[in-house]
T-cell receptor, first 110, second 114 residues
Framework: GQSLEQPSEVTAVEGAIVQINCTYQ??????LSWYQQHDGGAPTFLSY????GLEETGRFSSFLSRSDSYGYLLLQELQMKDSASYFC???????????FGSGTRLQVQP | SQTIHQWPATLVQPVGSPLSLECTVE??????LYWYRQAAGRGLQLLFY??????ISSEVPQNLSASRPQDRQFILSSKKLLLSDSGFYLC?????????????FGPGTRLTVL
């Protein structure tokens, strides 16, 4: 089966850098995705790592280490609008579906 | 460009009543379609997914069912709602040819069962 673990909550101040970790245990692994969800809204795709290393998209970066079964989402120059829940997800082998972690709620304080 | 529609946006239903939530996708062909449920402050629970018309995979045994009568239409139904069916229901789609299965979510339906 698939299992992804994330911290439940992270707090940081505006302008700072924050890292949200995700560790996974899967019977097969394709890659790690990250989604952002604001309160009351729908999740939106942020990034995907299929290979080890860092992927950068503006203020957001995502990292994957297959050997450590570990990834993280890095948010730089935090803004108040970054307050949201962040989910990591892994594609399940043998079916066209993702398994999502339980989510990390990020609170950005002034 | 592709768009995904869900309706209604909110719904309040009594226990024991039927349910029908509809999702449609525009601008793509043969998408993979998904229904998720999210309890307040919780993660995403995959309920059903479909890789084609009439092909439904059920993830969680419960009193819900799904159907895909057309290529870009996905319907979530129940004959008798339970209190535990309350939650935020999200429809999503992914490109059939995308190996990463990146998913694009609709705006969701907030269901309250009283």
């Amino acid at each position: 089966g698939q299992s992804l673990e994330q911290p439940s909550e992270v707090t940081a101040v505006e302008g700072a850098i924050v890292q949200i970790n995700c560790t996974y245990q899967t019977s097969g692994f394709y890659g790690l995705s990250w989604y952002q969800q604001h309160d009351g809204g729908a999740p939106t795709f942020l990034s995907y790592n299929g290979l080890d290393g860092l992927e950068e998209t503006g203020r957001f970066s995502s990292f994957l280490s297959r050997s450590d079964s570990y990834g993280y989402l890095l948010l730089q120059e935090l803004q108040m609008k970054d307050s949201a829940s962040y989910f990591c997800a892994d594609r399940d082998p043998g079916r066209r579906a993702l398994t999502f972690g339980s989510g990390t709620r990020l609170q950005v304080q002034p | 460009s592709q768009t995904i529609h869900q309706w209604p946006a909110t719904l309040v239903q009594p226990v024991g009543s039927p349910l029908s939530l509809e999702c449609t996708v525009e601008g793509t062909s043969n998408p993979n379609l998904y229904w998720y449920r999210q309890a307040a402050g919780r993660g995403l629970q995959l309920l059903f997914y479909s890789v084609g018309i009439g092909q439904i995979s059920s993830e969680v045994p419960q009193n819900l069912s799904a159907s895909r009568p057309q290529d870009r239409q996905f319907i979530l139904s129940s004959k008798k709602l339970l209190l535990s069916d309350s939650g935020f229901y999200l429809c999503a789609w992914s490109e059939d040819t995308d190996p990463t299965d990146t998913q694009y979510f609709g705006p969701g339906t907030r269901l309250t069962v009283l």
